[in-house]
Each structure stands twice: as C-alpha cells, then as structure tokens.
C-alpha cells in the first residue's frame, strides 16, 4: 500500500517567520503534516538524498524525526531558498564551488520531488522566469495594464538620453530583490528618485546595471497578492513621509500603515491572468494609483512579501495558499475574477 501523501515542504530560511507559521496553521488544519525546511541549513544540517536506480527514482529528507520519502510529499512552498551558510575558514574557490555544488544537489531533489507528482507553488522554472522584470512588463503591456516608461543598462549615455526623455522625472531600482524576509536584515537598494546632479555620478553603472523608470505620480500604492486567481489587495500612503514618497518602505514608523485597498474588476482580472501566464500560482503585485485614479503596473515578485496584509489587514493569504497546497495536483485553482477583499 503506498504512503499518504500528506506532508507539505516549507522551504525558506533560519531568519523567516510568521507567514510560515501562518500557512503551517493553515495546512495542520486541513490535515496536511508541514515541515518546514530552512534552506541555508543545507548541506551543514541538513541531509538530502536524490538516487537513481534502473528506470526508478527516489528523493528523502533527513530530518530529526527520521526519513521522508519524496513519495509521501504532497506539495512544495518555495517561500525562500536563500545560499548555504558555509564555514568561513573555507577558501575562496572551495566556497565558491560548495555554493554551485549546494545549489545544484537542491535543484535535483525539488526536481526529484516535482517527477513524484508534488505540486509547487510556485513551480521552480516558472519562477525563475517570472523574474525576468522586462519579461513581465511586456506581458503586463500586452494584458492591457499601464506600465512606466522602462530602461535597463549599463550605459550612462543612454541613461542621461532617457532622464530627457521622461523630462526629468525619473527613479532608479534594482532587477532583483535584497531582502529576504518582514523582518529585512539583509542589504537592500530602495527605488531613489534621480536628479540632474545624479547624472554625474553614474561610474557605478560599471559595476551593475540598473533599472530606470519614469516616475509616476502616487494617490496611493497597492500590494496585491494574487494567489490561485484571487486578489488579496492592501492600500498603503507614503505623501505625507519626505523619506518615503519615492519608496514606501524608506517611511518612519507611523508615518504610513496599510489599509484595505480595492481593484476595479478589470485590472483585477488582468493580474489574474498575467500570474497565471507567467505560470504562476502566486505572485505579489506592485501597483501604484495615480492621482486621477489610473492603475500603473510596476512588477511581480514571484516570492514577494505578504505577511503585513494579512497581519495588520486579517487578510486569509495563508489560508488560500494552504488551499492551493493541498489541492489536488491537475486540479484547477478556482478563479474569483475581480475578488479585491
């Protein structure tokens, strides 16, 4: 007789609470069994085994309560997968190469766990893909949503050519996030307005490239978290923080907290149907609301942050996703077109 299939895998890091806890709830009281897996204990503490035997394959899990068998996961939440700790006496090459080896050694056991049948939120390929911040604007373009003027580079000519372009109004972000948690603790690059004394010091552009946009005026921004075609939606107001009118999350405490906030039915749609093109499950959505009520589309993070809507907004993020954890693998995930909460 095979085994349930009734553990879920939550794979994040040592410094990442509360949502975890949170879908860990959610999923013990539908009858699933979560585990929660921190990435950067492997391969120090943690044991993971991918093999391959004449036409079979099997994956396990070493955990302090013994062995689990890929066959008796349900589904994967890759919530995190940060790198390694590794010991810092390692050399440089060594280290450099233990991280390769690490990652790939993970690589193999989720896609071990993904040929046994687990489902994933969000599948690993596809959000690798959504990454890819340009891939997103196209579909979001191409789905009928307002995007910023957008450019990508390297090259400080082109960056002084786009500041006229935009007459002036422009801001500067990274391609990929820092930040690891709620909590923070890791570096982190906040959109910054450019003006015309930044134009001079763009030497830096050797070093990374770097996203430029024409800057949108706000009435307020909105993080939605889509989740199985559904849009839990917070309002948050940054106007009144000269720290955090370009960036929300440079403002003090008090300065701004998040609110409910409401979609019109066909940008909600339109996000649905960009998460789901993108072939994602889950996706937390930046948008900002101009002052004449247009919705302007500015990215998707496939692993973006979620906890504070449903911590200060008692938003049932964690429910849907443990909702769609347990779902069976094939079934479809209900769709609630417009459904802004």
């Known amino acids: 007789m095979p085994p349930a299939r009734d553990f879920v895998l939550l794979l994040t890091h ?5 949502t975890v806890d949170r879908v860990a709830q959610e999923l013990s009281r539908r009858g699933a069994h979560p585990l929660r897996v921190d990435t950067d204990d492997f391969p120090a503490e943690l044991e993971l085994s991918t093999s391959l035997a004449g036409e079979g394959s099997r994956v396990a899990l070493h955990t302090a309560g013994g062995e689990l068998r890929g066959e008796e996961v349900r589904a994967v939440w890759l919530r995190r997968v940060v790198p390694p700790r ?36 969000n599948p690993q390929e596809a959000g690798l893909a959504a990454q890819n911040k340009l891939h ?17 580079t ?30 923070g603790g890791q570096p982190f690059v906040y959109t910054s307005a450019i003006g015309p004394e930044d134009l001079k ?3 830096g552009l050797r070093h990374s490239p770097m996203v430029f946009q024409e800057r949108v005026d706000k009435a307020r921004e909105l993080r939605v978290a889509v989740v199985g075609g559904r849009c839990f939606v917070g ?5 009144r923080s000269e720290a955090g009118q370009v960036d929300w999350r440079r403002a003090g405490p008090g300065e701004c907290r998040w609110e409910p906030g409401e979609l019109p039915a066909e940008v909600a749609v339109r996000l649905e149907r960009l998460v789901a093109a993108l072939g994602l499950v889950y996706g937390a959505v930046d948008l900002i609301v101009t ?51």
């Open 14 to 18: 040592s410094a990442d609470h509360y």
């Open 86 to 121: 590794l010991d810092e006496e390692l050399e440089p090459a060594w280290r450099e190469g233990c991280l390769r080896e690490s990652q790939a050694a993970l690589d193999g056991f989720l896609d071990g766990l993904a040929a046994a049948g687990c489902r994933f939120i």
């Open 136 to 152: 997103q604007l196209r579909q979001a373009r191409a789905l009928g949503l307002e995007v910023p003027a957008t450019l990508v």
């Open 154 to 183: 390297n090259d400080a000519a082109r960056v002084r050519s786009f500041f006229d372009q935009v007459r002036g109004r422009m801001v500067a972000k990274m391609l990929t996030p820092l930040s690891q948690s709620m909590e």
């Open 201 to 203: 010091e763009l030497a």
């Open 235 to 239: 309002a948050i107001d940054a106007s």
């Open 291 to 341: 002052p004449d009520g247009r919705h302007v589309f500015l990215e998707v993070n496939p692993g973006g942050e979620w906890g504070m809507l449903e911590r200060d907004l008692g938003l049932p993020i964690a429910a849907a996703l443990a909702e769609a954890l347990v779902a069976e693998r094939g079934a479809p995930l209900t769709t609630h077109a417009g459904d802004s909460l």
